[in-house]
């Protein structure tokens, strides 16, 4: 895994309380290849008006601010690589929904608990495990399906619509659960009395998991994946419950799983017609990079992926997993070794490429693994594919080449200046060649957007004190009022 640097107006309550309390109840599904009728058109009619109570200003604000503020407190994976992939994935996903045309975002959390969120505007966030653990590309869009369904069927407004939240108290304890994915330890932090508003919240779920399952198994048919993934995922799930109710899925703790959703789920399925044969060469590529990148135990990962090929499994995403897990516990020798011969096999492939030069900087062969990069950017940069422009500016940053960096990390801002690594990654560079105005600047970007919103105001007042433009003191000083305002409505939580 690439070597990264270390990173005014009151929303209501209630609807700030919906979103935490969805978000730490998130669930998944499953899905398939467009139906030529669907039996189960129909979705359940639960009696909403939930559009009158969240607009779409609000929920595009509403969402920003929970991401921001999740990411405090969660391991966001900053990869490009394996962000780009969810967000190919779930964009493809979106086009056949309603939202269609709509700009939804996709993330990544560092976790090995099997569980995904969303919240309002069209943020999607699932953990690392529903990647790696998932067996078929198939299981893993029936997860995106189902929440991008949770977002078109306004389901965090349904909450604000029968719940009964008026506590500031409730806030800070549904955040954490969303934190820890766990709806026990929101009714801790909340106490016996108040549990019961935790429960009422949950209770909705079973209505809208049903709606979302729905809505995902057509929305995955239309996408070109496999329907019947959908049982099989929930079956394995509660089978793995079964075998260990104390390492059951976070998923099956925090939503029950019952044998009625699989059997419904299984009847649904039938309606589609047999999916079509998928290539999985992206998804097994991107599955191996989580699984050798993320794993706690390196030479577990490692033995993993050598065990497939001893038996004969010798396909790229296994070597190239296990080429780059032994990159990452340290053996960079025979990872150089095995790499070339990967490279020489698949000459194009970038994500081989990508994983061969940061090897070659992480055993400190500076100049080689700059010079592959380099050579790599400007082949891809050629052809239109900025894929590798963060990871050589990451790897310019991280050797002392900020000048060369600069511009590249500005480019790669323009096309998401949302992605908080980009701004801490230009403070950086900026820094070190002397300009701290700019510096400091960018680190306000990369604490607001982070969650950290004192040190976020502190890094924009620096900015501003070393300022003589009178443009850019104005600018600065509308940035300190905004973020200024949103802390004192979040200091009231």
Same mark, same amino acid.
Do not use: C
């Given at each position: 895994?690439?070597?990264?640097? /270390?990173?005014?107006?009151?929303?209501?309550?209630?609807?700030?309380? @919906?979103?935490?309390?969805?978000?730490?109840?998130?669930?998944?599904?499953?899905?398939?290849? +467009?139906?030529?009728?669907?039996?189960?058109?129909?979705?359940?009619?639960?009696?909403?008006?939930?559009?009158?109570?969240?607009?779409?200003?609000?929920?595009?604000?509403?969402?920003?601010?929970?991401?921001?503020?999740?990411?405090?407190?969660?391991?966001?994976?900053?990869?490009?690589?394996?962000?780009?992939?969810?967000?190919?994935?779930?964009?493809?996903?979106?086009?056949?929904?309603?939202?269609?045309?709509?700009?939804?975002?996709?993330?990544?959390?560092?976790?090995?608990?099997?569980?995904?969120?969303?919240?309002?505007?069209?943020?999607?966030?699932?953990?690392?495990?529903?990647?790696?653990? #998932?067996?078929?590309?198939?299981?893993?869009?029936?997860?995106?399906?189902?929440?991008?369904?949770?977002?078109?069927? #306004?389901?965090?407004?349904?909450?604000?619509?029968?719940?009964?939240?008026?506590?500031?108290? @409730?806030?800070?304890?549904?955040?954490?659960?969303?934190?820890?994915?766990?709806?026990?330890?929101?009714?801790?932090?909340?106490?016996? #009395?108040?549990?019961?508003?935790?429960?009422?919240?949950?209770?909705?779920?079973?209505?809208?998991? /049903?709606? @979302?399952?729905?809505?995902?198994?057509?929305?995955?048919?239309?996408?070109?994946?496999?329907?019947?993934?959908?049982?099989?995922?929930?079956?394995?799930?509660? /089978?793995?419950?079964?075998?260990?109710?104390?390492?059951?899925?976070?998923?099956?703790?925090? $939503?029950?799983?019952?044998?009625?959703?699989?059997?419904?789920?299984?009847?649904?399925?039938?309606?589609?017609?047999?999916?079509?044969?998928?290539?999985?060469?992206?998804?097994?590529?991107?599955?191996?990079?989580?699984?050798?990148?993320?794993?706690?135990?390196?030479?577990?990962?490692?033995?993993?992926?050598?065990?497939?090929?001893?038996?004969?499994?010798?396909?790229?995403?296994?070597?190239?997993?296990?080429?780059?897990?032994?990159?990452? %516990?340290?053996?960079?020798?025979?990872?150089?070794?095995?790499?070339?011969?990967?490279?020489?096999?698949?000459?194009?492939?970038?994500?081989?490429?990508?994983?061969?030069?940061?090897?070659?900087? %992480?055993?400190?062969?500076?100049?080689?693994?700059?010079? +592959?990069?380099?050579?790599?950017?400007?082949?891809?940069?050629?052809?239109? %594919?900025?894929?590798?422009?963060?990871?050589?500016?990451?790897?310019?940053?991280? /050797?002392?080449?900020?000048?060369?960096?600069?511009?590249?990390?500005?480019?790669?801002?323009?096309?998401?200046?949302?992605?908080?690594?980009?701004?801490?990654?230009?403070?950086?560079?900026?820094?070190?060649?002397?300009?701290?105005?700019?510096?400091?600047?960018?680190?306000?970007?990369? $604490?607001?957007? #982070?969650?950290?919103?004192?040190?976020?105001?502190?890094?924009?007042?620096?900015?501003?004190?070393?300022?003589?433009?009178?443009?850019?003191?104005?600018?600065?000083?509308?940035?300190?009022?905004?973020?200024?305002?949103?802390?004192?409505?979040?200091?009231?939580?």
């Amino acid at each position: 895994m690439t070597a990264y640097l /270390t990173p005014k107006k009151r929303i209501k309550t209630v609807l700030l309380s @919906a979103v935490i309390a969805f978000a730490s109840s998130g669930s998944l599904s499953i899905g398939t290849v +467009q139906a030529q009728v669907d039996n189960f058109d129909q979705l359940p009619d639960l009696g909403s008006n939930a559009a009158n109570f969240l607009s779409d200003f609000e929920a595009e604000q509403l969402g920003k601010s929970f991401i921001r503020q999740s990411r405090y407190r969660l391991p966001y994976v900053s990869d490009p690589e394996l962000v780009g992939y969810i967000n190919r994935l779930g964009n493809r996903l979106l086009e056949v929904s309603d939202d269609a045309g709509k700009e939804y975002n996709f993330y990544l959390i560092d976790n090995n608990a099997i569980n995904a969120f969303a919240v309002p505007g069209g943020h999607i966030a699932m953990h690392t495990a529903i990647l790696t653990k #998932s067996e078929s590309e198939s299981e893993l869009a029936s997860v995106v399906a189902h929440e991008i369904a949770h977002v078109t069927q #306004s389901h965090i407004s349904r909450k604000f619509e029968n719940s009964q939240y008026d506590s500031w108290l @409730a806030i800070g304890a549904l955040l954490a659960a969303a934190a820890s994915g766990s709806a026990q330890a929101a009714q801790a932090a909340l106490g016996v #009395s108040q549990a019961s508003i935790i429960d009422r919240q949950l209770s909705y779920s079973r209505a809208y998991e /049903t709606e @979302a399952d729905a809505l995902g198994i057509r929305l995955l048919s239309r996408a070109g994946f496999d329907p019947s993934a959908m049982p099989v995922f929930f079956k394995r799930l509660l /089978t793995e419950s079964r075998i260990s109710e104390s390492h059951a899925p976070e998923f099956i703790r925090s $939503h029950p799983l019952t044998i009625n959703r699989i059997s419904e789920s299984a009847e649904r399925v039938r309606a589609y017609p047999q999916a079509q044969k998928q290539d999985e060469s992206e998804f097994l590529l991107m599955q191996a990079k989580a699984i050798a990148g993320y794993a706690k135990d390196k030479a577990a990962a490692r033995d993993r992926f050598h065990e497939q090929i001893k038996l004969g499994k010798d396909t790229l995403a296994n070597r190239y997993g296990y080429g780059m897990a032994l990159a990452e %516990n340290g053996e960079f020798e025979k990872a150089r070794a095995f790499l070339n011969r990967l490279q020489r096999d698949y000459p194009d492939n970038v994500s081989v490429a990508l994983v061969r030069a940061d090897n070659e900087l %992480n055993a400190g062969n500076i100049d080689e693994g700059l010079a +592959q990069l380099k050579k790599l950017y400007d082949t891809q940069n050629a052809i239109g %594919n900025n894929l590798v422009d963060i990871y050589y500016a990451n790897a310019l940053v991280l /050797t002392e080449r900020n000048r060369e960096a600069i511009p590249i990390i500005q480019a790669a801002l323009k096309n998401d200046n949302s992605e908080p690594y980009f701004h801490i990654l230009l403070a950086r560079a900026y820094g070190k060649t002397g300009d701290n105005l700019r510096s400091y600047h960018a680190r306000g970007e990369y $604490h607001y957007l #982070s969650g950290n919103y004192n040190f976020a105001i502190q890094q924009y007042k620096r900015a501003f004190r070393l300022t003589t433009s009178e443009y850019e003191r104005a600018r600065l000083a509308a940035r300190i009022e905004a973020v200024e305002d949103e802390l004192e409505i979040i200091s009231k939580l």
